[in-house]
Each structure stands twice: as C-alpha cells, then as structure tokens.
C-alpha cells in the first residue's frame, strides 16, 4: 500500500492561482477591484459591449463585466432575456476547474494511508483524526465499495481532536505497514506509539494540518471526491442517501 508525503510548503489555493495580466494590464474599476482583495484571472468575451473577467475572492468565484469605455465594472451575475446564466459555466471553466484540479494535487501530494486497491477506478480523500468515532464510522460504511475494489479511500491524517491525537496520527504514518494498522485501529484495537518520531513524519503531519486549515475545514471526517468530474466536500458522516454519491456508485 502506499503511503505519500508532503514536503513542501502548501499555500492557499485561492491566493496562489496565477493571473495572466498584472494589475496595471486591467481597466482601472478592476485594479480598484484588486485592492480590495479581488483576484483577477482571467478575460474573457461577453455581450452588449461588456467584457467580462473571472475573479475569485477568498476561495469564492465571480464575475465583473466591465463597460466599453472601461469605466465602471459591474460585479456578479449576467442573464440574458430569457433567464438564462451566462456566468457560471464561464466561471467554472476559468476559475473553480483548474483551481480543483490544483487542489486534488495538493491533496495526493499529501501525507495519506492508502485503505483500498491501488488499482481501484474511484480515488476519495478524507482528513482522518484516530480519535475521531465518526471516522470509524465512515471506515465502517465504505467498507463494501473498498474491500470490492472498486474505491481506494486515502486517509488524510491529522490529529485535532484530543491531546494524545498526534502521537496516534505519527504512529499510524510511521508503521511498517501504515495500512494495515490503520485498518487494525478502526476494528477496534490500540495504537502502538512511539516516543520520537523522524522529523519528517512530524513536518507531514503539520502539512496534512495547514491544508485542513487552508481549506476551511474544521471537522473530521471531512471527504473530498469528485461528482461528475467536480470536485465536491462533506464534512462529517455522509447520511445513506449521499453515501452512494460519494463512493460513485450503489454497494457492490
């Protein structure tokens, strides 16, 4: 089974994505934009004059369509006369997609215990705390997509929960089979620890930690799958009628 790390700073996602121009390229209702924490990424073609630009503000996209003589921006949604949306699907293109896409790097790149075939058609991430009984519970409910081989679970571990959750997180990643004393810890028996652990298991634990955090979850366990190619979020225990949507597809 393997086992990943991190070993390089992670940044938030939404401050990190690159604009194509730098401010002095926008028209200036957008650079007035910028300061007030606007992220420009990038133009694109809109009607009656307008030109529109994808921006994101605090991991959120939006739009701003700004006038022919570049004068004013307008900030939010178009609609033609028919009610149709002529933002979202722009936005998803320019902004939410390849910053999703970024994001599942960020998570593969980090500190995670494979539960399942590595060849398994379906990959779900999720931050995992050793004391966490929804956790367990999860654990309990993927179990058939899992041992089917259809679902490899990669078990982001942190340990937030209580005091003695990082020793168990550093031992669970520094075992010689992290897999299967993950899986022996979720049937239920105890942890073998440690007193010290290399430094580089305690730096991917961190890092596991600042990505949570970047993310603005604060619950476990929280999941990150995809739906139809989106990248999509559930913190907690699924319910049953959202649990087939998150492993891909009804129990085998």
Same mark, same amino acid.
């Given at each position: 089974m393997?086992? /990943?790390f991190?070993y390089r700073?992670l940044v938030l996602?939404?401050?990190a994505w690159?604009?194509?121009?730098?401010a002095?390229?926008?028209?200036a209702?957008?650079?007035?934009?910028e300061i007030q924490?606007?992220?420009i /990424?990038?133009?694109?073609?809109?009607?009656?004059?307008?030109?529109g630009?994808?921006?994101s503000?605090?991991?959120r996209?939006?739009?701003?369509?700004v006038t022919q003589d570049?004068?004013?921006? =307008?900030v939010?949604?178009? !609609? +033609?006369a028919q009610?149709?949306d002529?933002t %979202?699907?722009?936005? &998803?293109?320019l902004?939410?997609?390849?910053q999703?896409?970024e994001?599942?790097e960020?998570?593969?790149?980090?500190a995670?215990i494979a539960?399942? +075939?590595d060849?398994?058609?379906? !990959? #779900? &991430?999720?931050?995992?705390d050793p004391?966490?009984?929804?956790?367990k519970?999860f654990?309990?409910?993927t179990r058939?997509? !899992?041992?089917?081989?259809?679902?490899q679970?990669r078990h982001i571990?942190?340990? #937030?929960l209580k005091?003695?959750?990082p #020793?168990?997180? =550093?031992?669970?990643?520094a075992?010689?089979?992290?897999?299967?004393a993950?899986? +022996? /810890?979720?049937r239920?028996n105890?942890i073998?620890?440690?007193?010290?652990?290399?430094?580089?298991?305690e730096?991917?634990?961190?890092?596991? /930690?600042?990505?949570?955090q970047?993310?603005?979850l604060g619950?476990?366990?929280?999941t990150?799958y995809?739906?139809?190619g989106?990248?999509?979020?559930?913190q907690?225990?699924?319910?049953a009628?959202k649990?087939e949507? #998150?492993?891909? %597809?009804p129990?085998?």
């Amino acid at each position: 089974m393997k086992q /990943h790390f991190l070993y390089r700073p992670l940044v938030l996602l939404a401050a990190a994505w690159p604009s194509l121009a730098t401010a002095e390229d926008w028209p200036a209702p957008l650079q007035a934009l910028e300061i007030q924490g606007l992220t420009i /990424h990038e133009r694109f073609e809109a009607p009656a004059g307008l030109t529109g630009y994808a921006a994101s503000v605090q991991g959120r996209e939006l739009a701003a369509y700004v006038t022919q003589d570049e004068k004013y921006a =307008l900030v939010g949604t178009l !609609v +033609d006369a028919q009610g149709n949306d002529l933002t %979202s699907d722009r936005l &998803y293109e320019l902004v939410k997609k390849p910053q999703d896409a970024e994001l599942w790097e960020s998570l593969a790149d980090s500190a995670w215990i494979a539960d399942g +075939d590595d060849d398994a058609e379906r !990959v #779900i &991430y999720t931050f995992t705390d050793p004391n966490c009984p929804y956790c367990k519970k999860f654990w309990d409910q993927t179990r058939p997509w !899992v041992e089917a081989g259809k679902v490899q679970m990669r078990h982001i571990m942190v340990g #937030i929960l209580k005091q003695d959750s990082p #020793i168990k997180a =550093l031992s669970l990643l520094a075992a010689d089979d992290p897999a299967e004393a993950l899986a +022996d /810890h979720q049937r239920g028996n105890e942890i073998s620890t440690f007193k010290k652990y290399p430094r580089d298991y305690e730096d991917a634990l961190a890092e596991n /930690h600042q990505l949570m955090q970047s993310l603005g979850l604060g619950a476990t366990p929280s999941t990150l799958y995809r739906d139809d190619g989106k990248l999509s979020v559930m913190q907690g225990v699924p319910p049953a009628d959202k649990l087939e949507t #998150i492993m891909g %597809s009804p129990a085998p």
